[in-house]
Structure formats: C-alpha cells, structure tokens
C-alpha cells in the first residue's frame, strides 16, 4: 500500500473508531472498519493496530490536549521501543485527526458525563421580616432559593424553597 493510500486509511479508522467511541454510531463495528479500510490484512493485525489507535485517541481525548501537549506526546509514542508506539506516518495522522476532531470530542465526553436534568442557575436572598400585618415585630429571617432545572434544547423548570428557622 502506497504511503498515501495507507495515510487515508488510517484517517478513515480514526474516524471510525471516533464515530463508535465518542459520537455513539452504533454501526460502527471492528468487523466493518476491518472489511471497509483494511480487508487485506489479517484479523489479529487489524486488532492489534484498531486496540492500539483506540488507545492513544482515549489518551488524547481524556488529557484534552492542547497543541503542544499533543506534540509532546506523539513525540513520546514514536520513540516507544518494542512495537507499543507509533510510526511517524501515523502520529501525523493522528496530530491531523486531533486538530480536526478535537472540540468535537471534548463535547462529546462532556455530553456523556452530564447528567439530566442539570442545574441551570440558582438565585437565593433572605428577607428579614421587621413586623407583621397586626403590628408586632417579630425580626424573623426567611431564605428563599429559586432553583432553574433543565435538559439541553427543553423549555426550564422552577423551584421554588422557603426557608425559615420554625422548619
């Protein structure tokens, strides 16, 4: 396989492997990326090389990687002896891939690690009553909280806490 053509279809396995993992296409599989992007190549070497980019696309996505980070750490996994790290063919992919898809998977964990509904602001005060309608004081505080509770692209919900020191 020519360096292009093998550049392209790691890039295509990345995307593949980003679709599954991070932006939940179910119709992704190991079996498909294998028979689409690499039907020359055995089952046990696909697995180890899917396994492999699958595991340096979750170090990025988990550290968040800025640019310099990035570089650092491509640099470290093409030094890596024994087979574990990667060409410099494939850490130039992987730094493109990054560059191009990393917003778009940091929104992504974010998304799947909230959780529904969520908080959306939260106001509060305590007022001091000074003297009632029949004319005794009474100097009692009362805390009042306004909770605002929704789920992404859905109208929000209030509620609405009093507080005081008889509850």
């Known amino acids: ?27 992704i599989t190991e079996e498909l990326l294998k028979n689409e992007i690499y039907p020359e190549m055995s089952q046990e070497e696909f697995h180890a090389l899917h396994e492999k980019m699958r595991g340096v696309l979750k170090s990025m996505a988990t550290a968040d990687m800025d640019q310099t980070q990035l570089e650092a750490f491509l640099t470290a996994q093409t030094r890596k002896q024994g087979g ?6 494939q850490a130039a992919a992987l730094g493109r ?13 974010l998304a799947q690690s909230r959780w529904e509904p969520g ?11 000074t003297s009632s309608s029949r004319g005794s004081t009474s100097n009692t505080p009362v805390a009042l909280v306004e909770l605002e509770l929704g789920r992404n692209g859905q109208d929000s919900e209030f509620v609405c806490l009093e507080f005081d020191e008889q509850k």
């Open 1 to 27: 396989m020519a360096d292009a053509d093998s550049l392209k279809a790691l890039s295509a396995l990345l995307n593949g492997i980003a679709q599954k993992v991070y932006y939940g296409n179910s119709e």
């Open 97 to 109: 891939f990054w560059k191009a898809h990393r917003a778009r998977v940091r929104e992504s964990l």
């Open 84 to 89: 574990g790290g990667v060409t410099s063919e």
């Open 119 to 129: 908080l959306r602001s939260m106001n509060w005060r305590v007022d001091l009553q």
